[in-house]
């Protein structure tokens, strides 16, 4: 039995049926496509055999029931493309994962009762002033994510206050790990077109607002919010279909993590790249 008294069997197989419905409404003479939408979905179970002195976990299946409710169409004489979302994800036994010497000393796993993901998403491409400008382009996307555990006691993990672990931490109501409540990107672009190809450059500007590692929200495994800036430029010579492009990320040097390993003497970050810059040559054959 697991540490909940539930039987842990010796094998398992995961099946059953997975509907997804949906359903497309053009109710205008125009390409506007209004869609609602609604699945459910199972991730297998597995069994943990990385614990280096107690016998292999077992995981139970992840199963998520989904609603989504959106609409894309183009406005402004197809100068525009818009596409928006409402979702709800509701998922029972989220799977998990912990490290900590005091419960196998390895990467283990576990499964959160319930947890709610619910949010809005939009995405919008659009030229600007084309009567004025020729070329020039704006894309916009962000996103609004509440993503919380809805049920989560004898929670494995580190005590926030403390520090220390243990697996009896009640973790209910604290948002899900590796997940921004806003995040977005905005980028400009400028085409020209020429003789024997064309030239485009172009820049953009991401937003995160931080998330947690860690399902118990403590403020030694979160990456505060952060923003990135990148840019480019591209010349394409049409007779040889080739495209040269030269290419920066992270220009102002923002200090930010790519993951983090929770361990009993700490987080162990990885820290993500400084300011990167290089470019690229393609053909077409």
Same mark, same amino acid.
């Given at each position: 039995?697991?540490?909940?008294?539930?039987?842990?069997?010796?094998?398992?197989?995961?099946?059953?049926? &997975?509907?997804?419905?949906?359903?497309?409404?053009?109710?205008?003479?125009?390409?506007?496509?209004?869609?609602?939408? =609604?699945?459910?979905?199972?991730?297998?179970?597995?069994?943990?055999?990385?614990?280096?002195?107690?016998?292999?976990? &077992?995981?139970?299946?992840?199963?998520?029931?989904?609603?989504?409710?959106?609409?894309?169409?183009?406005?402004?004489?197809?100068?525009?493309?818009?596409?928006?979302?409402?979702?709800?994800?509701?998922?029972?036994?989220? $799977?998990? $994962?912990?490290?900590?010497?005091?419960?196998?000393?390895?990467?283990?796993?576990?499964?959160?009762?319930?947890?709610?993901?619910? #949010?809005?998403?939009?995405?919008?491409?659009?030229?600007?002033?084309?009567?004025?400008?020729?070329?020039?382009?704006?894309?916009?996307?962000?996103?609004?994510?509440?993503?919380?555990?809805?049920?989560?006691?004898?929670?494995?993990?580190?005590?926030?206050?403390?520090?220390?672990?243990?697996?009896?931490?009640?973790?209910?109501?604290?948002?899900?790990?590796?997940?921004?409540?806003?995040?977005?990107?905005?980028?400009?672009?400028?085409? =020209?077109?020429?003789?024997?190809?064309?030239?485009?450059?172009?820049?953009?500007?991401?937003?995160?607002?931080?998330?947690?590692?860690?399902?118990?929200?403590?403020?030694?495994?979160? $990456?505060?919010?952060?923003?990135?800036? #990148?840019?480019?430029?591209? &010349?394409?010579?049409?007779? =040889?279909?080739?495209?040269?492009?030269?290419?920066?990320?992270?220009?102002?040097?923002?200090? &930010?993590?790519?993951?983090?390993?929770?361990?009993?003497?700490?987080?162990?970050?990885?820290?993500?790249?400084?300011?990167?810059?290089?470019?690229?040559?393609?053909?077409?054959?």
């Amino acid at each position: 039995r697991d540490e909940n008294g539930m039987t842990v069997p010796g094998k398992d197989t995961t099946k059953g049926f &997975y509907p997804k419905v949906t359903l497309d409404f053009h109710p205008f003479d125009d390409d506007t496509l209004l869609f609602l939408s =609604w699945q459910k979905a199972e991730k297998a179970h597995a069994f943990n055999a990385f614990a280096i002195y107690l016998q292999p976990q &077992y995981i139970r299946s992840e199963r998520i029931e989904a609603y989504e409710v959106g609409v894309r169409t183009t406005l402004f004489d197809d100068s525009m493309r818009l596409s928006a979302a409402v979702f709800r994800y509701d998922i029972e036994d989220l $799977q998990t $994962q912990y490290v900590s010497l005091t419960s196998g000393g390895a990467l283990s796993f576990e499964n959160a009762p319930k947890a709610r993901s619910q #949010g809005v998403d939009f995405d919008i491409v659009t030229e600007l002033f084309p009567s004025v400008v020729d070329g020039l382009a704006l894309s916009l996307n962000a996103a609004y994510i509440d993503a919380t555990f809805g049920s989560y006691p004898n929670a494995a993990g580190y005590e926030p206050s403390t520090g220390t672990f243990s697996e009896t931490n009640d973790f209910t109501g604290n948002r899900q790990t590796r997940t921004p409540e806003y995040s977005g990107t905005v980028a400009f672009t400028k085409l =020209w077109g020429l003789n024997n190809g064309e030239f485009e450059i172009g820049s953009d500007y991401y937003y995160n607002d931080g998330f947690f590692y860690s399902a118990s929200n403590s403020s030694d495994y979160a $990456q505060k919010s952060y923003s990135l800036v #990148g840019a480019f430029a591209r &010349y394409r010579y049409e007779p =040889w279909l080739m495209d040269i492009r030269l290419f920066g990320n992270n220009l102002t040097n923002e200090f &930010y993590t790519q993951g983090v390993i929770s361990t009993d003497f700490g987080g162990v970050f990885t820290v993500a790249p400084d300011a990167t810059y290089g470019a690229t040559v393609s053909v077409e054959f």
